[in-house]
């Protein structure tokens, strides 16, 4: 099924051609005036520079052409030279009603689909999820669903910050507190327990005080970077440490995740890619792309046409440490052998831009993905407070998100009971308010986020986001449920839309909702095209 303002393109661009004009003069577009017109053309304009002739001519010949035609209901030629057009509402109908018919109503999936990885999440293990990483779930989770609604193969991976010193930082702050673990004992040979030393709000606070201890503390810091690199060397009683972290922590992070209905099909981390740090090493070496500097290993990539300087990609510290980027590029290399991606998207602060730039760079320069494969980053803003400072909790802290959502929910849950009481009670339980306020807390956070353009910074605003009036996820459910028992009363008649006949329109609004109804397909196409859910939204608004 063809797009619609395609359709009109192509009637208008005929009559261009019978009218003795290039066709391609014949493009349409929405009407920038509503009130005159629903669709437009400006092409007589600039043909009539090429034709010698006043563009008010060509219009009207290119409306002679179009006067049996049935898409419309009036076509117009005004001074200096447009075409104003409005649909019949036969034609407008008719459109409606095969988009009902077909699948996705019109939307047409992608010719070649592709295997497309996309990373975001980024959680870090034993540290809590803030609302930094909300913004990488959410645009992620619904950038997957929309490569996926196109027919691609679409791989979410939450590509955890499981390894690195982090990991030393914990494990040597439990070594310190609880010397006589047995995860600590060198002669201990026998099975590593079960259940983990620590529960996930105790986790919560080793990190940050390992590492505010490690920033004054010397010694620890020599502990926490000596334990890191026994860890990485597989000393046993260490990686079974790492082990019970990882669980207590992933658990949690499933938990919060599920909570904001984001779902990922790997769980794959910075830990999965050490063992493909050799390989690449190997490439890029073989492929002679890293100089030595200052003894660290790295890779030019500043190019000729760069304008600004991009500094070169460090693969190795001078102490033979990896860094981010040579666990990206082996985990590039990893994802390569795995799943044979068309494309990788990464979703993150945009902060980490320059980042993915040289990593881009080198894997393209050692051929780590053959040329077709698209890597691609899409930096989000920030997510700020009313005070336009990054979000922060009442008393300054970083907000966690499990705080903020339980906030959210709080707020909805206000709402709603004192909704209840101003109407009487409708006769909802407590506990169904309880749901109620978390489905439509969690409408509030998500559109409130997607529904700004990612690269933007935005202001979370709590009033306005759990607001059932103007721009919001609630207000949008709210109608939705309208229009839900619309439908029910239509059922109640004994009467079904699904297989409905769409007759043409009776009033303009019913018009007005047909013509909204028609660029469904185009609005769709254009958010896949330019991965951008907030196109999205405000459709639906
Ligand atoms: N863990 C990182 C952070 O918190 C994000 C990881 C993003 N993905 C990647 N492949 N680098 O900043």
């Known amino acids: 099924m063809n797009v619609l303002i395609d359709l009109i393109s192509r009637e208008v661009s005929g009559a261009f051609e019978k009218a003795g004009f290039d066709p391609a003069y014949g493009k349409v577009t929405l009407s920038n005036r509503p009130d005159l017109c629903e669709y437009q053309c400006n092409g007589a304009l600039p043909a009539a520079k090429v034709y010698h002739k006043a563009p008010i001519q060509i219009a009207n010949a290119v409306k002679e052409q179009l006067a049996s035609c049935k898409m419309f209901e009036s076509v117009e030629a005004v001074n200096p030279?447009?075409?104003?057009?409005?649909?019949?509402?036969?034609?407008?109908?008719?459109?409606?009603?095969?988009?009902?018919?077909?699948?996705?109503?019109?939307?047409?999936?992608?010719?070649?689909?592709?295997?497309?990885?996309?990373?975001?999440?980024?959680?870090?293990?034993?540290?809590?999820?803030?609302?930094?990483?909300?913004?990488?779930?959410?645009?992620?989770?619904?950038?997957?669903?929309?490569?996926?609604?196109?027919?691609?193969?679409?791989?979410?991976?939450?590509?955890?910050?499981?390894?690195?010193?982090?990991?030393?930082?914990?494990?040597?702050q439990v070594q310190s507190q609880r010397p006589e673990l047995c995860y600590f004992d060198p002669d201990y040979t026998g099975e590593y327990p079960e259940e983990a030393p620590f529960?996930?709000?105790?986790?919560?606070?080793?990190?940050?005080?390992?590492?505010?201890?490690?920033?004054?503390?010397?010694?620890?810091?020599?502990?926490?970077?000596?334990?890191?690199?026994?860890?990485?060397?597989?000393?046993?009683?260490?990686?079974?440490?790492?082990?019970?972290?990882?669980?207590?922590?992933?658990?949690?992070?499933?938990?919060?995740?599920?909570?904001?209905?984001?779902?990922?099909?790997?769980?794959?981390?910075?830990?999965?890619?050490?063992?493909?740090?050799?390989?690449?090493?190997?490439?890029?070496?073989?492929?002679?792309?890293?100089?030595?500097?200052?003894?660290?290993?790295?890779?030019?990539?500043?190019?000729?046409?760069d304008t600004k300087e991009i500094p070169p990609c460090i693969l190795l510290k001078s102490d033979g440490a990896t860094l981010y980027a040579t666990t990206d590029l082996a985990t590039i290399v990893q994802r390569q052998q795995d799943f044979h991606?068309?494309?990788?998207?990464?979703?993150?602060?945009?902060?980490?831009?320059?980042?993915?730039?040289?990593?881009?760079?080198?894997?393209?320069?050692?051929?780590?993905?053959?040329?077709?494969?698209?890597?691609?980053?899409?930096?989000?803003?920030?997510?700020?407070?009313?005070d336009g400072k990054p979000f922060k909790t009442r008393d300054g802290g970083v907000m966690r998100l499990e705080y903020l959502?339980?906030?959210?929910?709080?707020?909805?849950?206000?709402?709603?009971?004192?909704?209840?009481?101003?109407?009487?009670?409708?006769?909802?339980?407590?506990?169904?308010?309880?749901?109620?306020?978390?489905?439509?807390?969690?409408?509030?956070?998500?559109?409130?986020?997607?529904?700004?353009?990612?690269?933007?910074?935005?202001?979370?605003?709590?009033?306005?986001?759990?607001?059932?009036?103007?721009?919001t996820g609630p207000y949008i459910l709210y109608t939705i449920v309208r229009i839900k028992s619309i439908l029910h009363k239509y059922h109640d008649l004994g009467k079904s839309a699904e297989g409905a006949v769409i007759t043409s329109a009776h009033s303009e609004s019913e018009k007005n909702l047909m013509l909204e109804i028609s660029k469904f397909n185009a609005v769709i196409d254009g958010a896949f095209a330019d991965t951008a859910p907030h196109k999205i939204c405000s459709y639906i608004y």
Not at 128 to 147: D, N, Q
Not at 348 to 356: A, E, N, P
């Open 341 to 386: 991606p068309g494309k990788i998207l990464y979703l993150t602060d945009k902060r980490q831009s320059l980042h993915f730039e040289q990593v881009f760079r080198v894997a393209r320069k050692a051929e780590l993905v053959p040329p077709q494969t698209e890597l691609s980053h899409i930096g989000f803003g920030t997510m700020n407070g009313k």
């Open 81 to 172: 030279g447009f075409l104003n057009f409005k649909l019949s509402a036969e034609f407008l109908a008719s459109y409606v009603a095969e988009m009902n018919l077909v699948e996705h109503f019109g939307v047409q999936p992608e010719q070649n689909p592709r295997t497309i990885v996309v990373d975001y999440g980024g959680p870090n293990v034993a540290k809590p999820l803030h609302v930094g990483h909300l913004r990488s779930a959410i645009i992620g989770e619904s950038i997957k669903r929309i490569y996926r609604f196109f027919g691609n193969h679409v791989i979410g991976d939450i590509h955890l910050g499981d390894w690195g010193l982090q990991m030393g930082l914990i494990i040597a």
């Open 199 to 305: 529960t996930i709000s105790e986790l919560e606070k080793i990190y940050p005080e390992a590492s505010a201890r490690s920033k004054v503390d010397a010694e620890f810091a020599e502990k926490a970077h000596n334990a890191t690199y026994l860890l990485q060397q597989g000393e046993r009683g260490y990686r079974a440490m790492w082990k019970q972290i990882m669980r207590v922590s992933v658990e949690d992070l499933k938990k919060n995740y599920e909570n904001l209905n984001v779902s990922f099909d790997v769980w794959l981390g910075e830990s999965d890619a050490q063992a493909y740090i050799p390989t690449m090493l190997k490439i890029v070496e073989d492929k002679h792309l890293a100089v030595e500097s200052d003894g660290a290993l790295v890779v030019p990539v500043q190019e000729e046409t």
């Open 405 to 471: 959502v339980s906030e959210i929910d709080n707020e909805m849950l206000k709402k709603i009971t004192e909704n209840q009481k101003s109407k009487e009670n409708l006769g909802i339980s407590e506990e169904e308010a309880k749901e109620t306020a978390k489905t439509v807390a969690l409408a509030a956070i998500k559109y409130g986020d997607l529904s700004n353009q990612a690269s933007k910074d935005y202001i979370f605003d709590i009033d306005r986001f759990t607001s059932f009036e103007g721009n």
